[in-house]
Each structure stands twice: as structure tokens, then as C-alpha cells.
């Protein structure tokens, strides 16, 4: 079987070592000129689904280095007003346990072994179906693929799921979301909250207005393993009205974000606000938020979805560990031995109902609603 996978993150990559390792022909095109072409993630948590996904698809010796470049976190989440004075630790349900990484230190292992199936600086411009029953590519470098499962791991905003389901509902919420991070230097301890420096810190407050903190601490410097060394850093995302934001928000330049957000918190606690001036300039990244509904059904063909393509949802730490959960999915239905439209409306139906569960989970966790619904 001949699979074109569009987008190199890192479901993409689970979903070709799986396929590969039996014996079918894995193509992935990548937008990016190069893995590390542009700041993307930071510390990522992936939940039991994931980490099993990694676990049985990877090479052994790539999730090893996935195991070993991990972050050495295990307090949980907590959560605290803007004054700082109150920690609540919030229960986790019993799927969170998992692994949290450094995103582009596991999409660089995950990308090792599969220099020779990646094409960088080709994103997808749309696709074709011939009267054959197989998809043809065609892609922004001016170049043709074809194969006869095309998959999509291209993120929330999938030119392919435009393509697939034009209809699709996708609500953006009224906020917008600053990404960044801080080196931990003996400086940035001193700042930051001790719950954020060993597992995850949720500073909310009541105007919409909210604060993540996470500490990525390597278990082992990936240098050790022959990968480009990482320094230990305090990841944040710095949520906000959109009104609060500007209307010229995704055009600001990475002093103007920075300055933005110091000035979100100024009337926060003050390490807050010295915290995020502490940031690197390079890793700012502004960032709307959505959310999805559960689509209707649509005939099963050579075209489907994995992770934020299929399923959108707010940032709250589920969506990674969900888009691998669809890769393990998707690879275990395409190597049962099944037809192959038999095996994607299999996984189609069951990634729709696992997918969905998770985005509604997401929605109330971005909302501060921890725990079952009632």
C-alpha cells in the first residue's frame, strides 16, 4: 500500500514507523523547510493513549530516546489565582499518566529513521481522485504524489479537511493565546511558582484572562544522545480577550508580543510579569483558539484525518496524546489485513468517538471545569 501523509509533526511520524515497519510504501510532506524552521510546541504532555501509541509504534531504540530525553515532572496540576496566594492540586483522571517532552526534541527522534520518506518545503495544495480508486497530491513545490491512502496530520487548520469537508464546524473563540518560553535560569526559579517547576501551574483569573506554566527539565541532555543539545526551560501560554489583544495581534513582531504580554499581567503578581520578560524572543508565537463539533458521517474514501485535523480543540493538554492516539489507530486498522475503505471507516468511526470525547474534555478544562461532567 502506497500512503502520502501530509504534515511531519508528530502523529505523522508515529503513523509512517508503524506503517513502515510492515512493509508499506510511507511518503510524508512537510511545509516547513526544515524540522526546526520555525517555533512550534514547547513542552508537551502525552497522556496513556499517546505514550502507548509511541510505545508500540516507534522503533524501540527511537522511544528509548524519546524515554530518556523526557522531563523529569511528576507534580501534577495545580492551580492558583493571579496573587499567587492558593494552590489547588487538581485530581487527574487515570489516562493522564503518560510521558511530557520537549516537542521538537521527540519530533527530531521520531524523524531519525525516516530521512529517507520526508520531503521538507512541500505543503499540500489539494488533491485529486482518479476513477481508480487511488489520490493524487499535488503540492505547493510544484510537485505530484501519488499513492492510495492520502492521510492528513496538518494541524487545526488541515487544507486537506477543507478540501475533504468543506462544511466542517469550527468555532474560533473570542480570545487569543501567546506562547513562550523562559530559560531556567537561577533567575527564573527564584520566579517561578514552585508547583510550576515540577509539573503544570494554571493561573486564572476572572476576566478571561489566564496564565500556564510548566517547567520542560530534561531527564538527559539530548546531546548525550547525538541530538542537538536543549537547555531546561519554563514553557507558558498567556491567554486573553481578544479585545485586550488588538486587531493587529497576529502581525506583532516578537518585542511587541513580549510587551503585550508583560502588560496583560502587570496587575498580576510580579514574577508573573518579570517571568515572561525573562522569555526568549524567538519562541513568542501568537495563536488563535477553537474548537469543533462532531461532523456527520462522510463516505469513506482514499482521504482521512488524524489529530487537530479532524478534531480541533482548546489548548489543555489532551491534543497531543489524542493525535497519537489516532496514528496508533489508524496504523492498527491499515495492518489487519482488512480492504483498505473497510479498515478507514473502521478508524474513522472510532477516532470520531474517541476524538470528540477528548475535545469535549478540552473545552471544559480550558474553561477551568476539571473533573467528570455531572
Known amino acids: 500500500m502506497r500512503v502520502l501523509i501530509i504534515g511531519a509533526g508528530l502523529a505523522g511520524p508515529c503513523l509512517a514507523h508503524g506503517l513502515r515497519s510492515h512493509g508499506h510504501d510511507v511518503r510524508l510532506f512537510e511545509r516547513d523547510g526544515a524540522v526546526d524552521a520555525r517555533a512550534q510546541g514547547y513542552r508537551i504532555h502525552i497522556n496513556g493513549d499517546g505514550d502507548a501509541a509511541l510505545r508500540t509504534w516507534l522503533p524501540t531504540a527511537a522511544y528509548e530516546q524519546a524515554v530518556a530525553t523526557s522531563c523529569r515532572a511528576g507534580g501534577g496540576v495545580t492551580m492558583t489565582g493571579p496573587d499567587l496566594r492558593e494552590f489547588t492540586a487538581i485530581p487527574l483522571p487515570p489516562d493522564a499518566a503518560g510521558i511530557t517532552v520537549d516537542r521538537l526534541t521527540l519530533r527530531?527522534?521520531?524523524l531519525q529513521?525516516?530521512?529517507?520518506?520526508v520531503r521538507f518545503g512541500a505543503g499540500f495544495s489539494r488533491y485529486e481522485l482518479p476513477?481508480?480508486?487511488?489520490?493524487?497530491?499535488?503540492?505547493?513545490?510544484?510537485?505530484v504524489a501519488e499513492g492510495d491512502l492520502l492521510v492528513a496530520t496538518d494541524g487545526v487548520n488541515s487544507g486537506v479537511r477543507r478540501q475533504l469537508l468543506p462544511h466542517f464546524p469550527v468555532t474560533a473563540y473570542d480570545s487569543r493565546l501567546i506562547y513562550g518560553r523562559t530559560p531556567l535560569t537561577a533567575r527564573a526559579r527564584e520566579l517561578t511558582p514552585p508547583p510550576a517547576l515540577d509539573g503544570f501551574l494554571g493561573v486564572l483569573g476572572p476576566d478571561g484572562r489566564g496564565l500556564?506554566?510548566?517547567?520542560?527539565?530534561f531527564r538527559r541532555n539530548p546531546a548525550e544522545l547525538g541530538l542537538p543539545p536543549a537547555e531546561d526551560y519554563l514553557m507558558w501560554g498567556l491567554t486573553a480577550p481578544a479585545g485586550r489583544c488588538g486587531p493587529d495581534f497576529f502581525r506583532l513582531g516578537a518585542a511587541e508580543l513580549l510587551e503585550l504580554a508583560a502588560d496583560i499581567v502587570a496587575d498580576w503578581a510580579p514574577s508573573l510579569g518579570a517571568l515572561l520578560r525573562l522569555?526568549?524572543?524567538?519562541y513568542l508565537v501568537?495563536?488563535?483558539?477553537q474548537a469543533s463539533a462532531r461532523p456527520e458521517p462522510w463516505p469513506p474514501g482514499p482521504v482521512t484525518l488524524v489529530g487537530d485535523a479532524a478534531h480541533p480543540m482548546p489548548p489543555a493538554g489532551l491534543s497531543a496524546g489524542a493525535a497519537l492516539h489516532d496514528a496508533g489507530l489508524l496504523a492498527a486498522r491499515l495492518t489487519s489485513g482488512a480492504p483498505l475503505l473497510d479498515a478507514v471507516r473502521r478508524y474513522e468511526r472510532e477516532m470520531l468517538d474517541h476524538g470528540f470525547a477528548v475535545v469535549a474534555r478540552a473545552v471544559r478544562n480550558h474553561a477551568g471545569e476539571y473533573g467528570d461532567p455531572p
Open 108 to 110: 527530531r527522534i521520531m
Open 286 to 289: 501568537p495563536a488563535g483558539i
Open 131 to 143: 476513477e481508480d480508486g487511488t489520490v493524487r497530491l499535488l503540492l505547493t513545490d510544484g510537485s
Open 113 to 117: 529513521g525516516l530521512t529517507d520518506s
Open 212 to 217: 500556564a506554566l510548566a517547567a520542560q527539565r
Open 279 to 282: 522569555a526568549e524572543p524567538g
